[in-house]
């Protein structure tokens, strides 16, 4: 069947993807595993699983992969997969406009949330964390350039060589987040990052931070890019 969303998540204590895959007219998600190792994918059948799902984030802290039910009824629901069970947590504390974004912060322990609030692309979105464990929120006050989190556009992911965000947006460009001054900001050779174009969702944009490496990995549409925070520089390893 045709699939509209199939968001992935590592679950680094289980060493396996975990996908859930929202195919058109389905009741409801499939949740599936990959292990890299057999090259296999598998089939989970939870007793139930969410009505609808938004990115996934892996919190390694609980040992569980988050997601918030964009589609349906706002909640946040966590997935174990040793027990293969989704709990369904609470609802999330803002009005979501749009799909959020979801990255954990290996520092804090926690799961980040970046949610556009508002039709109007000026208005900045809204960044909040989360606590799986305990089921509460707090808002992150932010300051500086404006970050709008839009429908199939752009990307964020958590940089842990310098304990921030990084957002790639085509219109915005790239950004980073500072958790010690609460402030979005360009650095030098971020005004002239790579482009990458994004056209729409399923032409693909994904971002991810390689820990090997300590870079942040841009790819969309054949081109890959990866941005070095700490050294402030850009390389593209493939061209499309």
Same mark, same amino acid.
């Given at each position: ?7 992935? @998540? ?11 895959? +929202? ?9 599936? *595993?990959?292990?890299?190792? *057999?090259?296999?994918?598998? +089939? ?10 938004? +990115? ?15 589609? &349906? ?13 989704? *709990? ?8 979501? *406009? ?8 290996? @520092? ?20 909040? =964390? ?23 556009? &752009? ?25 010690? =001054? ?33 870079? =942040? ?24």
């Amino acid at each position: 069947p045709l699939v509209r969303a199939a968001p992935m @998540a590592f679950d680094h204590e289980a060493g396996r993807v975990v996908l859930v895959a +929202q195919a058109s007219g389905a009741v409801s998600p499939e949740t599936w *595993t990959f292990d890299v190792c *057999t090259n296999t994918w598998i +089939q989970m059948h939870p007793r139930q699983e969410p009505n609808g799902v938004s +990115q996934l984030a892996y919190d390694a802290d609980s040992d569980l992969t988050v997601t918030a039910d964009f589609f &349906g009824d706002r909640r946040v629901w966590a997935y174990d997969l040793e027990a293969n069970t989704w *709990t369904s947590k609470g609802v999330v504390p803002m009005v979501l *406009t749009r799909q959020p974004r979801l990255v954990y912060d290996s @520092a804090t322990g926690l799961v980040l949330m970046q949610a556009a609030t508002s039709e109007i692309e000026s208005e900045p979105s809204e960044l909040w =964390t989360y606590d799986v464990d305990s089921d509460t929120w707090a808002r992150v006050a932010q300051a500086g350039a404006a970050v709008q989190a839009r429908a199939h556009q &752009g990307v964020l992911a958590y940089d842990a060589s310098v304990d921030g965000l990084v957002s790639y947006e085509p219109l915005a460009g790239m950004q980073l987040f500072d958790f010690r =001054t609460g402030a979005w900001s360009w650095s030098g050779s971020a005004r002239v990052a790579p482009d990458v174009d994004f056209m729409w969702g399923p032409s693909g944009g994904e971002i991810a931070y390689e820990g090997g490496t300590r870079r =942040t990995v841009v790819f969309s549409r054949g081109r890959v890019i990866a941005y070095d925070a700490r050294a402030d520089r850009w390389e593209i390893l493939a061209d499309g």
